[in-house]
């Protein structure tokens, strides 16, 4: 499975993106489909996750209100809605998938190229 990320943008502080994760393989209803982010000179931490069986979430505390990780499995595609995004959002978004639900990097694979998010107050 190949991922892509995308969606990415410069937008102002307060306002809302959505990202979106396009994969090119089937989507197991067993994967994990997650959302990380990367901000310069920071390591990569976990945003949301997605089990793509039951749509069950989970997310870090800092977006849980602001962002929705929702999927489409038709188009075998993940979304990440971003609300009231603040400049700390700033980051490289990345997806990827796992085996098991996780918000251990180490447990994902299948990294996609990023999509910048920048937000500017």
């Known amino acids: 499975v190949q991922l892509q990320a995308s969606g990415g943008g410069l937008v102002l502080a307060g306002a809302s993106l959505t990202l979106s994760c396009s994969a090119s393989?089937?989507?197991?209803?067993?994967?994990?489909m997650g959302w990380f982010r990367q901000a310069p000179g920071k390591d990569r931490e976990f945003v949301a996750a997605?089990?793509?069986?039951?749509?069950?979430?989970t997310y870090r505390d800092s977006v849980k209100g602001r962002f929705t990780i929702s999927k489409n499995s038709a188009e075998n595609t993940v979304y990440l809605q971003m609300n009231s995004l603040q400049p700390e959002d700033t980051a490289v978004y990345y997806c990827?998938?796992?085996?098991?639900?996780?918000?251990?990097?180490?447990?994902?694979?299948?990294w996609g190229r990023g999509t910048l998010v920048t937000v500017s107050s």
């Open positions: 393989g089937r989507i197991f209803s067993s994967h994990i």
């Open positions: 990827a998938k796992a085996n098991s639900l996780s918000r251990r990097e180490q447990d994902y694979n299948n």
């Open positions: 997605i089990r793509w069986s039951t749509a069950s979430t």
